[in-house]
């Protein structure tokens, strides 16, 4: 078991030194320069202060080093736990930058994800049982997964806030609230969660209700299947049987949207103005702000290890046949 | 079944609420006690429009922070009135050149948000932050000999000859900080770059509201209740209790703000917004067309160091051949209006000659496009396009940034007028930074941009078209002359206009009008149409916005640098709905 664990955390230590050197040398590789943004906003009429401003800022990122060297203060502020200072929102620190953030990407994909799948789940595997379900409803996953989903949200997000006014056009709440702990700001805050969650919870439904009739179909006719129901066995047993045996690919998918969790919101935030991480990787792509692009990035690195690594975890204490070859590999 | 359905309701019903309380405590950093439960609407100006992406604090000096920064938190001892041409007196009764000295009478009675007085040595101060090099007026603390405050007078002396034009044009965009709030903080040139304080200390005539700054979605600011202008009597005392400028969102979720009464004033470019207008359902500063008041001159900006841009007459020509009435009807709707053939904006059209428009303007052309091209001697090939004239193939690239769909059609609309005079450009799509990298470093053939929006003298304007020398390391190109468009004697004379005393009104009358003939005459950009101050408004909760029939003739925006020209004005004039 031990040797298990030791071999599985050197991998990911491997895996980490490698993303997280891709993730330094992407934005770095980007053409163009971002401090010209930053002086370009200065109204200036002279170019000799642009030209101050230009060294001192590329004196401040570090820019004016040779890239070897601005690799290595990289790791270095990394292990300080600095993450540098963003470029295009000069000089708030990149980790405030996601700490402001980070709630509202997971306050919003966290329940999304969650609920998406177990619903999902529960209802692929009801679908694989009822033909009249399997038969209406089950058309309406097909159609919500396939529909490319930036066109879902702009649907809903123009259907139900720009032509209905049912639902706000954007931000995580109303303007004029004051944030505190009270009702009213708490319903603010639930009532703009709302139609993102809603988009995000709709396509991911669709995919996992659709995977999970298909798979427990499968199982349903692989040969444990067969033997039970010769031995005698209760339908509702079977059923049993081969929803478990179904989950187990289901757990991995499940894994793995968790771990790109923080990633995942990109198209949702923007379309809802939503101000979670995807909106500000947006935002950091397009001014190419470098520290922030890292920053993020380095978040869902950790996030897909992590997910990664509870996956592990998790299929030892949900599938025996694991345990069981863990054993038989160390005896 | 049941049991499962429950289940899923039940654990639908946790999650949700979980994640929301997760958000309440961080996303938002809520405040364990506020002394109101939500900004009340009727008492609250709600604005959009000027703030892209992040607000980043309250430095007035490096650009990117909170909208109101400069206005509503700080103010300027001068303003300008673009529309009568007027400076305002503000924190000084009087700013101006006596002879080459420049003396700035304080005002008395002007207080800070703190009670305390405003003086000269806070302004003695304010003049010297500008002797660290990241400051914007650096250039000009380079030509300063003395600053000296004495009562309530600033007198300036200068090394040389003073810099008139930009002095003057400085007293009402330089920010007023307070010396004691700021003097332990800057020290130097970087932290001058830094400084934000979480309370920041003005005169404007609101505070900064800390616990409702969130950098994602707003700036709140409070009324200050002791403003001097409305005790002093300079200003009506502006009736919002508080002002909340939100975060740029989408053009669709903009317009859905406006009209759902989110927003009071939108300053976004909202395509197709006359069609509300005419329907009444929002109100702009024109009725009819062009409904807004200009901005910044559009251009379509030829790099002068390719074959065959480097040619006047082919310049010319190119701009003979665009035909800017079709981009401003149908690209914009009548929502712009075409510009001179000076590129003046209509604010500076007292300098405008117009014998030298007569004699040297250009007006849309394709017969004449193609008649001044064969005159000059350039053939077509078989594909019915001109060639260089040494017999090489021309064909041009025309970029603007990505997205900016408005823009992109116009680009369109300038290729196809431009191929029905037998001049060959193609479209290059490029993304923002390249487009500006390329832009910068020159790597470009043609581009649609604006750069200098309306000001007090037509000299910023001619300071970035002729400004020498080019710079081809560090930053290239960043705001001026982007064309490399090289000629000595404009150049000299746009530094001739910066060095003429205020009062030599003939001598800047003559000045303008040899940069307008050379402008006209060389084309180093070929000015396309007037950018409009984009401000739409509704009255639901507010009204008495400014329009062109009313006494209330202010610039409707609060980008950065317009509310000390009269946006506070627009501000002060509101009155509740009743």
Avoid: C
Avoid at chain 2, 89 to 102: C, D, H, I, M, R
């Amino acid at each position: 078991m031990r040797g298990y664990f030791l071999r599985k955390l050197g991998i990911y230590a491997v895996t980490f030194v490698v993303a997280v050197t891709v993730d330094w040398a992407i934005p770095h590789l980007m053409p163009g320069n971002p401090v010209l943004t930053l002086v370009g906003r200065i109204q200036v009429q002279d170019p000799r202060v642009a030209q101050n401003l230009y060294h001192h800022y590329m004196r401040a990122f570090n820019l004016d080093l040779p890239l070897w060297k601005q690799y290595w203060y990289f790791w270095v502020s990394l292990f300080h736990g600095d993450l540098g200072t963003s470029i295009l929102q000069f000089p708030t620190p990149v980790t405030t930058i996601i700490l402001h953030a980070l709630p509202y990407t997971l306050g919003l994909l966290i329940p999304a994800t969650l609920l998406s799948w177990y619903a999902g789940n529960k209802f692929g595997a009801l679908a694989a049982r009822r033909k009249t379900l399997d038969n209406t409803l089950l058309p309406f996953g097909y159609a919500l997964t396939a529909t490319p989903y930036m066109w879902l949200a702009i649907l809903l997000s123009w259907v139900f806030a720009v032509v209905w006014h049912v639902f706000p056009v954007g931000f995580a709440y109303d303007p004029t609230a004051t944030r505190e702990w009270s009702w009213a700001f708490v319903s603010s805050l639930a009532y703009h969660w709302f139609l993102p969650f809603l988009s995000l919870f709709l396509v991911a439904f669709g995919g996992w209700a659709i995977g999970m009739r298909n798979l427990i179909i499968y199982e349903l006719e692989a040969d444990y299947a067969h033997y039970l129901e010769a031995l005698g066995a209760p339908q509702r047993l079977i059923r049993k049987y081969a929803f478990r045996n179904a989950l187990l690919p289901q757990i991995t998918g499940l894994a793995l949207t968790l771990g790109a969790v923080i990633a995942g919101a990109l198209v949702t935030e923007i379309v809802f103005s939503y101000p979670g991480l995807g909106y500000q990787i947006y935002r950091a792509i397009t001014n190419e702000d470098y520290f922030v692009i890292q920053g993020i990035f380095l978040f869902i690195i950790i996030g897909v290890l992590i997910a990664n690594f509870v996956v592990d975890i998790v299929y030892i204490i949900v599938d025996p046949r694991t345990r069981i070859g863990m054993q038989g590999s160390g005896s | 079944m049941k049991r499962i359905w429950r289940r899923t309701a039940v654990g639908l019903g946790v999650i949700a609420l979980v994640a929301t309380v997760f958000a309440t405590a961080g996303g938002a950093g809520a405040q364990r006690k506020s002394p109101l439960a939500g900004y009340p609407r009727n008492q609250t100006l709600i604005t959009s429009g000027s703030q892209w992406g992040n607000i980043t604090g309250t430095n007035p000096w490096v650009g990117g922070a909170a909208t109101g920064t400069v206005g509503l938190l700080y103010e300027t001892l001068l303003r300008f009135d673009p529309i009568k041409g007027q400076y305002i007196p503000w924190l000084a009764s009087n700013a101006s050149f006596v002879g080459n000295k420049y003396v700035i009478n304080v005002r008395p009675g002007v207080k800070w948000s703190n009670g305390q007085a405003f003086g000269a040595a806070d302004v003695a101060f304010n003049l010297n932050l500008a002797r660290f090099n990241t400051n914007p007026w650096n250039n000009l603390y380079l030509n300063v000999q003395r600053i000296v405050p004495k009562g309530n007078t600033v007198t300036v002396t200068f090394k040389s000859t003073p810099n008139y034009v930009q002095w003057q044009n400085m007293m009402y965009n330089m920010p007023m900080v307070n010396p004691a709030q700021a003097r332990p903080a800057i020290t130097d040139a970087a932290k001058l770059t830094t400084y934000s304080p979480a309370n920041p200390i003005g005169t404007g005539p609101y505070t900064f509201d800390t616990a409702g700054f969130d950098p994602t979605t707003r700036v709140v600011y409070d009324k200050n209740p002791n403003w001097w202008a409305a005790k002093l009597g300079v200003s009506p005392s502006p009736k919002p209790k508080y002002i909340i400028d939100l975060v740029n969102t989408s053009n669709t979720n903009s317009l859905s703000a406006v009209l759902a009464g989110v927003e009071d004033l939108n300053n976004n470019y909202l395509p197709g917004v006359q069609s509300l207008v005419n329907s009444g359902k929002v109100l702009t500063y024109y009725k009819k067309a062009p409904y807004m008041l200009s901005a910044n001159t559009a251009w379509l900006e030829p790099n002068t160091t390719h074959q065959p841009l480097n040619d006047p007459v082919f310049r010319k020509a190119l701009a003979t051949a665009i035909n800017v009435n079709q981009i401003v009807t149908q690209d914009y709707g009548n929502l712009v209006l075409p510009a001179s053939p000076s590129g003046l904006l209509p604010t500076w059209s007292k300098y405008i000659d117009t014998s030298a428009v007569k004699k040297y303007g250009f007006s849309y052309s394709t017969a004449k496009a193609v008649a001044m091209l064969t005159a000059a001697g350039y053939k077509k090939d078989s594909s019915g396009y001109f060639m260089n004239k040494d017999g090489t193939k021309i064909n041009l690239d025309l970029s603007v940034p990505q997205g900016w769909s408005d823009w992109e059609a116009a680009r369109d609309m300038i290729i196809s007028s431009a191929k029905a005079a037998g001049i060959q450009i193609t479209a290059k799509v490029k993304d923002y930074n390249t487009w500006r990298d390329d832009r910068n470093t020159g790597n470009y053939d043609l581009v649609v941009d604006n750069n200098y929006q309306i000001s007090d003298n037509p000299w910023t304007y001619w300071n970035g078209i002729y400004h020498l020398p080019i710079l081809t390391t560090g930053t290239g190109q960043t705001n001026f002359n982007f064309g490399r468009y090289e000629n000595q004697t404009a150049w000299a004379l746009v530094q001739k206009l910066d060095a003429t005393p205020p009062q030599n009104t003939a001598a800047i009358k003559e000045i303008n009008s040899k940069l307008e003939t050379i402008l006209m005459q060389q084309l180093p950009i070929i000015p396309l149409w007037y950018n409009g101050q984009w401000a739409q408004f509704v009255s639901k909760y507010w009204t008495n916005w400014p329009s062109s029939t009313s006494a209330r003739q202010y610039t409707p925006v609060m980008w950065n640098g317009y509310l000390q020209m009269t946006g506070i004005d627009v501000i002060t004039h509101l009155a509740p709905k009743a």
